[in-house]
């Protein structure tokens, strides 16, 4: 429960610094991330969107992770995984801060900072996979590859959807996900 909450704390305190910083530089926070949805239709659009690219994500993850062995790995990210009704209460509540926070930040701010700074949308991109996956260390070395091809993915979907949005979805969606199964494994 504590990593929890400390996380969520971390991560929206991340999203505050970039949203501040990106009001004092006289922007919109929509540069970071995306335009206002203007209709119902549009936000359907881009949960079709989320929906479709975690499929074809889930696929491609799964064969990365086949090929690096990840499976063996499951120890590295156990510690985590919630247990009771609560602490899935409490990993929803985290799944949903890192999709809104860590696209905003990972494809909504510093991939954008990347590809400014190369002037290349691929070198921004993986520039800023690569951050992403070392922003998961703790989960090891090939869990970093792992996430690092995941966030490239998410990378080339905003840089496609010129928002964060779909992404966000996804990724919520995603984490949400690895919690509920682990959890229903377990009981």
């Not at 964060?164 to 984490?175: E, K, S, T």
């Amino acid at each position: 429960m504590r990593f929890y909450i400390v996380t969520v704390f971390y991560e929206w305190l991340l999203f505050v610094l970039v949203v501040a910083g990106v009001r004092r530089r006289g922007a919109s926070v929509l540069i970071v991330l995306g335009d206002h949805w203007h209709s119902a239709r549009q936000v359907l659009r881009d949960i079709g969107i989320a929906a479709g690219f975690w499929i074809v994500a889930w696929v491609l993850l799964w064969i990365f992770g086949w090929l690096l062995r990840i499976a063996a790995l499951g120890h590295n990210t156990q510690f985590m995984l919630p247990h009771r009704g609560i602490e899935l209460t409490f990993w929803i509540a985290l799944s949903v801060t890192a999709g809104i926070c860590e696209e905003t930040i990972f494809r909504g701010y510093l991939q954008r900072q990347f590809m400014a700074l190369t002037k290349s949308a691929p070198a921004g991109i993986l520039l800023s996979a690569a951050t992403f996956g070392a922003a998961h260390t703790y989960q090891g070395f090939r869990m970093v590859i792992l996430i690092g091809l995941y966030g490239a993915m998410f990378g080339i979907l905003a840089y496609w959807r010129g928002s964060v949005r779909p992404g966000m979805i996804a990724h919520a969606w995603q984490d949400s996900l690895n919690g509920v199964l682990a959890s229903a494994i377990r009981h």
